[in-house]
């Protein structure tokens, strides 16, 4: 939106100069409007959680408020710009006399931001009929103040430092997974393969958040295991299984310079040329897919090679008893002195200093409503790691949430509280990524224009960079 509407020059071509009048004072009383409630909404998200349903309806109608006013400034300035390509044009078709037409034009351009540019009847009516709206809203509001029985607090966040991550598993960073990978790595070369069946598959399974993707990555990684295999391909599947999809992947990654290929037949007779008679290990990565010809028509091609074997992670038994030709790995949750291993690295940098031992008692009392889940303990922890207040971390402690969603799983308070506690352009750029397909590819230039293009990039003196790179931070 441009901020300044009204230091254009707003003038009703009508024959009444009281309605020229008005509609200039629409405008103004429109932007007034829509400035407060802004001012409001961000207020209001960014220093309380708002349980009260009533509470949440009232913004949620003045956000709309916001919204249709936006609109009608935005018609207004493109009424602006209609009117300057017009008068452009009339100019320019009126002229005789290249001197005349030189003349003219310098006149258009010299008056171009005083054109007279008419507020029309509908854009009035509608800016007094927002208005009108927004007063019925806010009648009972009490000038859009919140009280403590609205809602609590949140605690300020303020992101002190940007950490950058990588694709590849970082090890310093596993904590209590030693044991799981030895185990899995011996049962995953100590055969399974038949003389008529190249291919064995090993599948982890475990709930959301339990580290079967780590896991797989240390495997994966161990210089025992690569050395095992002349090709290694990994592919994150989620729950759409689609094989051509899957297959390209794998050419991808076993073939420096990819020509693209379209057709599953294609594809899959090009994976055939480049595994035959070769061994290989392939990791398939968060697997929902439990039908049988889906999973039949993938593995043909893989007949090829010598040596197959895949890793499959999952957290559906179903899917596990489908593709299993080993028993299944059955991951569990980290014990209690690996759960304050993992915590302390994240929320402590790895060390505790005399002056944080309360700050170490009430950690403690987080990690055990974690229940042993990594990705739960990771999320809290890095989210209190710049946090030296003792009552801010006992806000964490003893959350609400704990009790709503203990019956469902850990994980899901842990990432509410991480949301909750996140500054409120962050969160409005998070939720602005449910736009994108799961597991699609974002590209950095790709995210920037979206949240620019929505408004969402804070003009506080930060690059776009700089965004991209805190996001990440608290993610």
């Given at each position: 939106?441009?901020?300044?509407?009204?230091?254009?020059?707003?003038?009703?071509?009508?024959?009444?100069?009281?309605?020229?009048?008005?509609?200039?004072?629409?405008?103004?009383?429109?932007?007034?409007?829509?400035?407060?409630?802004?001012?409001?909404?961000?207020?209001?998200?960014?220093?309380?959680?708002?349980?009260?349903?009533?509470?949440?309806?009232?913004?949620?109608?003045?956000?709309?408020?916001?919204?249709?006013?936006?609109?009608?400034?935005?018609?207004?300035?493109?009424?602006?710009?209609?009117?300057?390509?017009?008068?452009?044009?009339?100019?320019?078709?009126?002229?005789?006399?290249?001197?005349?037409?030189?003349?003219e034009i310098?006149?258009?351009h010299?008056?171009?931001?005083?054109?007279?540019?008419?507020?029309?009847?509908?854009?009035s009516?509608?800016a007094?009929?927002?208005?009108?709206?927004?007063?019925?809203?806010?009648?009972d509001?009490?000038?859009?103040?919140l009280f403590?029985?609205?809602?609590?607090?949140?605690?300020?966040?303020?992101?002190?430092?940007?950490?950058?991550?990588?694709?590849?598993?970082?090890?310093?960073?596993?904590?209590?997974?030693?044991?799981?990978?030895?185990?899995?790595?011996?049962?995953?070369?100590?055969?399974?393969?038949?003389?008529?069946?190249?291919?064995?598959?090993?599948?982890?399974?475990?709930?959301?958040?339990?580290?079967?993707?780590?896991?797989?990555?240390?495997?994966?990684?161990?210089?025992?295991?690569?050395?095992?295999?002349?090709?290694h391909?990994?592919?994150?599947?989620?729950?759409?299984?689609?094989?051509?999809?899957?297959?390209?992947?794998?050419?991808?990654?076993?073939?420096?310079?990819?020509?693209?290929?379209?057709?599953?037949?294609?594809?899959?007779?090009?994976?055939?040329?480049?595994?035959?008679?070769?061994?290989?290990?392939?990791?398939?990565?968060?697997?929902?897919?439990?039908?049988?010809?889906?999973?039949?028509?993938?593995?043909?091609?893989?007949?090829?090679?010598?040596?197959?074997?895949?890793?499959?992670?999952?957290?559906?038994?179903?899917?596990?008893?489908?593709?299993?030709?080993?028993?299944?790995?059955?991951?569990?949750?980290?014990?209690?002195?690996?759960?304050?291993?993992?915590?302390?690295?994240?929320?402590?940098?790895?060390?505790?200093?005399?002056?944080?031992?309360?700050?170490?008692?009430?950690?403690?009392?987080?990690?055990?409503?974690?229940?042993?889940?990594?990705?739960?303990?990771?999320?809290?922890?890095?989210?209190?790691?710049?946090?030296?207040?003792?009552?801010k971390?006992?806000?964490?402690?003893?959350?609400?949430?704990?009790?709503?969603?203990?019956?469902?799983?850990?994980?899901?308070?842990?990432?509410?509280?991480?949301?909750?506690?996140?500054?409120?352009?962050?969160?409005?750029?998070?939720?602005?990524?449910?736009?994108?397909?799961?597991?699609?590819?974002?590209?950095?230039?790709?995210?920037?224009?979206?949240?620019?293009?929505?408004?969402?990039?804070?003009?506080?003196?930060r690059?776009?960079?700089?965004h991209?790179?805190?996001?990440?931070?608290?993610?």
């Amino acid at each position: 939106m441009t901020p300044s509407i009204l230091s254009m020059s707003v003038r009703a071509s009508t024959s009444s100069p009281r309605a020229a009048v008005q509609g200039q004072e629409d405008l103004r009383k429109l932007e007034r409007t829509m400035n407060r409630i802004n001012a409001a909404l961000h207020d209001a998200e960014d220093r309380w959680d708002i349980r009260d349903k009533v509470t949440k309806l009232w913004f949620r109608e003045l956000r709309q408020v916001a919204y249709d006013a936006q609109d009608v400034v935005e018609e207004y300035e493109y009424d602006v710009a209609r009117g300057r390509v017009h008068a452009l044009d009339r100019t320019l078709g009126a002229t005789s006399g290249h001197k005349r037409k030189r003349q003219e034009i310098c006149t258009v351009h010299n008056n171009s931001g005083t054109a007279a540019v008419p507020v029309s009847h509908d854009l009035s009516a509608r800016a007094r009929q927002i208005r009108e709206t927004f007063d019925e809203i806010i009648k009972d509001f009490d000038d859009l103040r919140l009280f403590d029985n609205d809602g609590e607090r949140r605690v300020d966040t303020d992101i002190h430092r940007v950490r950058h991550t990588s694709s590849f598993v970082f090890e310093p960073s596993i904590v209590g997974r030693e044991y799981d990978r030895q185990n899995v790595v011996e049962m995953l070369l100590s055969g399974g393969t038949t003389d008529t069946n190249p291919i064995s598959v090993l599948p982890i399974v475990g709930m959301g958040g339990i580290g079967k993707t780590t896991l797989a990555q240390l495997v994966y990684n161990d210089p025992k295991v690569y050395q095992s295999f002349e090709e290694h391909a990994w592919v994150c599947v989620s729950d759409h299984f689609d094989i051509e999809n899957i297959t390209s992947n794998i050419l991808t990654s076993l073939v420096e310079e990819w020509s693209d290929i379209t057709g599953s037949a294609n594809l899959q007779s090009a994976l055939i040329n480049k595994i035959k008679s070769k061994s290989i290990l392939l990791v398939l990565d968060d697997v929902w897919n439990d039908r049988l010809d889906c999973w039949q028509s993938f593995c043909s091609p893989m007949l090829a090679a010598s040596v197959c074997k895949i890793i499959v992670t999952t957290r559906h038994e179903n899917v596990a008893r489908l593709v299993q030709t080993m028993p299944a790995y059955y991951l569990t949750c980290l014990s209690s002195d690996n759960s304050w291993l993992l915590f302390r690295q994240f929320a402590f940098e790895g060390q505790e200093n005399t002056h944080q031992q309360d700050l170490v008692t009430i950690g403690k009392k987080v990690v055990d409503k974690c229940k042993g889940l990594p990705l739960a303990i990771r999320t809290l922890g890095s989210m209190l790691r710049c946090e030296t207040n003792e009552e801010k971390w006992s806000e964490i402690s003893e959350n609400e949430l704990w009790d709503i969603e203990q019956a469902k799983s850990s994980i899901m308070p842990a990432l509410k509280l991480s949301f909750n506690h996140m500054p409120v352009y962050l969160k409005r750029c998070f939720i602005s990524l449910s736009l994108f397909p799961k597991e699609y590819a974002l590209r950095k230039d790709e995210v920037i224009s979206l949240w620019r293009s929505l408004g969402l990039l804070q003009s506080d003196g930060r690059n776009d960079e700089d965004h991209i790179g805190i996001f990440i931070s608290v993610n």
